[in-house]
């Protein structure tokens, strides 16, 4: 298989197809730029299901704009909203919303760590380095008392993505159609012109609520 990016050749190798990891790891040509233009792979090709194409995707440390699908450089940090318009539109994983928080509790005192406003499939929520709860449906909040030390703590709120935005469908009027299968891809009936991306990311404020027994 031979790969392009615009022009220029990054990637010549014969023996991809017979290698069951298909993750092939390229370098992008220096010379290319930040807008290295159209991804090209020559290959022979014969409509059979044996030689069925599948989708390629490029993954990588970059961003992506939401609107022109440009690769660009990674944003260093997230602010709240959807990570979608942030340069991660067909992002799979998970983003780390960190703090530093000083708590010194009295006798009697427990905290609870409450998540605002999300978009996620889970919440993880981590203090100290330590797991402390997976919620997956509301009320996304635990008692973090156990996990906590006197003076300065470290509070992570682990948002995890799927791969809805990657495989699709995005060009369907449903953010969430009620059935996916083949035929939505091909379906013109339900189709819009625009990507119907479903949105990620914290969008309200995380808090944690001090209360006595």
């Avoid at 609870?112 to 380095?129: F, M, Y």
Wanted: proline residues 8%; aromatic residues 8%; neutral net charge.
């Amino acid at each position: 298989m031979l790969l392009y990016c615009g022009d220029a050749p990054v990637l010549r190798d014969t023996n991809w197809i017979r290698c069951r990891n298909s993750l092939l790891r390229i370098l992008r040509p220096q010379r290319a730029g930040a807008a290295c233009g159209c991804w090209q792979k020559p290959c022979e090709y014969r409509d059979a299901p044996e030689y069925e194409l599948e989708d390629c995707y490029l993954i990588g440390d970059f961003g992506v704009d939401r609107a022109t699908d440009a690769i660009g450089a990674e944003p260093k940090a997230l602010r709240p909203g959807d990570w979608c318009d942030q340069g991660y539109p067909y992002y799979t994983g998970s983003m780390y919303y960190g703090q530093e928080v000083d708590l010194r509790l009295r006798r009697g005192e427990r905290a609870i760590l409450k998540v605002g406003p999300q978009h996620s499939g889970c919440v993880a929520l981590h203090v100290n380095g330590k797991l402390a709860e997976v919620r997956a449906w509301p009320p996304y909040q635990t008692d973090i008392t156990r996990h906590l030390k006197p003076g300065c703590n470290h509070i992570e709120i682990e948002l995890c993505g799927s791969p809805r935005n990657l495989l699709g469908p995005n060009n369907v009027a449903e953010k969430r159609p009620e059935e996916t299968g083949p035929d939505t891809f091909v379906e013109t009936r339900r189709w819009v012109p625009e990507r119907n991306l479903v949105p990620y990311g914290l969008f309200g404020e995380a808090t944690i609520a001090i209360v006595r027994q």
